[in-house]
Structure formats: structure tokens, C-alpha cells
């Protein structure tokens, strides 16, 4: 069951050609997502990534995007590296590169995340959606608690367990795992939770 908003459609009672509930789905994907990500403290989408900051403790840093499928650009310190002068393993979302000791910042333009998400990944997105969706909508005026505009929501409250802020610069993904409403909403679901883990940043994550 791919993570698509005709998939979503289907799962909340409606024809898969039946957009008049897209506006609403988007927002409570939107937020199912990010409590997901938050929880394992990592993106898990495919996308590009452009200037991804990080700041440097040893020569290995992992990105926040992964696998990672390209990086196009490595700027240290504003030096820009050349590609024989770091290292990326793919599958972990690690980049590596001596020039990484004692510097400042580094900048990386990359893509990661996956195309195709694994199956179980899946499961616990679509398992984590039913429980937002339902919390979202019991009260009963057919309408997510959206604070801002559809679409582009900066926090959604759920009933029974609050208001989750949206900001990935300073909650989802933060240097430490979600906590508070996020990890509450989530650890709802042992299974849920469970599968979740095993995509978890074990550096910053669960």
C-alpha cells in the first residue's frame, strides 16, 4: 500500500478518485509523517536536500536523509571539497572525510531517502495515520484542528492528546528523540512502535 493520497482516499471509507477529502488528508499525512520522523529522528522520503548544515564532532557525520543517492556538494568551513575528498556510505546516510576534525560547520547538498518505501515502514505510517486521523476529527466538525492555513499547517491539536508544533527546525527532528505528545501518540502502538525503531537514528533517535 503505497503512502499516496489515493491510498489514503481508500483507508478513510472513500472512492480512490474521491478528492474531496485531499485537502484534510494532506494535513493529517503531513503530521503522521512527521511524528514519525521525529520519533526516529531522520527523513524518510526521497527528496533533495539543499545545504543540509551539520556540525562536525569526528570525520563521520550522518545526514538526516537516507540512503542516501547523491551528494553534489560538500562545503567545510566554506571550502568546497572535491569528491576524492570524502567517503559515503549509502545505505547508513554517512559521509566521511578527514577535512570533518576540528571544523566549524559543514554544508551538504545531497539526495536521500527512500523511492520505495519498505513495507513494514509502510504499515506503521498507515497504522500511525488511522490513530491521527481519528484523533484529529473527534470532534466531530468534519475538519482536522489545523492552526494554520490547510496545507502548510504549523501545528495540529490532537483531541485527548494536545497540540503537536510543526516545526522540524526545533521539535521533530531535534538532536534527541520526540518526545512528550509525539512519543505518547506513537508509543500508543507497541507494534507501531517497534517497527519504527528499526528505522530509528541510533545516534539521536529511539
Excluded at 520519533?39 to 545545504?51: H, I, K, W, Y
Excluded at 504499515?123 to 494554520?148: C, H, K, P
Aim: with cysteine.
Amino acid at each position: 500500500m503505497p503512502w499516496d493520497l489515493e491510498t489514503g482516499r481508500v483507508r478513510i471509507g472513500l472512492d480512490a478518485a474521491d478528492v474531496s477529502r485531499d485537502a484534510d488528508l494532506t494535513v493529517v499525512m503531513g503530521l503522521t509523517l512527521e511524528l514519525a520522523e521525529g520519533f526516529c529522528n531522520r527523513r524518510f522520503l526521497l527528496a533533495t536536500e539543499s545545504g543540509e548544515r551539520v556540525t562536525p564532532i569526528n570525520r563521520s557525520i550522518r545526514l538526516k536523509r537516507w540512503p542516501i543517492t547523491a551528494v553534489t556538494n560538500v562545503v567545510v568551513d566554506e571550502v568546497t571539497l572535491d569528491s576524492h575528498q570524502f567517503v559515503v556510505n549509502a545505505t547508513a546516510g554517512f559521509i566521511a572525510s578527514p577535512h570533518f576534525v576540528g571544523a566549524r560547520a559543514a554544508t551538504v547538498t545531497y539526495e536521500g531517502g527512500y523511492a520505495e518505501l519498505p513495507v513494514d515502514l509502510e504499515w506503521a505510517l498507515w497504522q500511525t495515520f488511522d490513530t491521527v486521523w481519528a484523533e484529529s476529527f473527534s470532534d466531530g466538525t468534519g475538519r482536522a484542528a489545523v492552526t494554520e492555513s490547510v496545507g502548510q499547517p504549523k501545528a495540529v491539536t490532537l483531541f485527548d492528546v494536545g497540540r503537536i508544533d510543526l516545526d522540524l527546525g526545533t521539535t521533530a527532528l531535534g538532536s534527541e528523540r520526540a518526545e512528550g505528545p509525539a512519543s505518547a501518540l506513537l508509543d500508543k502502538g507497541e507494534r507501531i512502535s517497534t517497527v519504527l525503531a528499526r528505522y530509528a537514528d541510533e545516534i539521536g533517535g529511539v
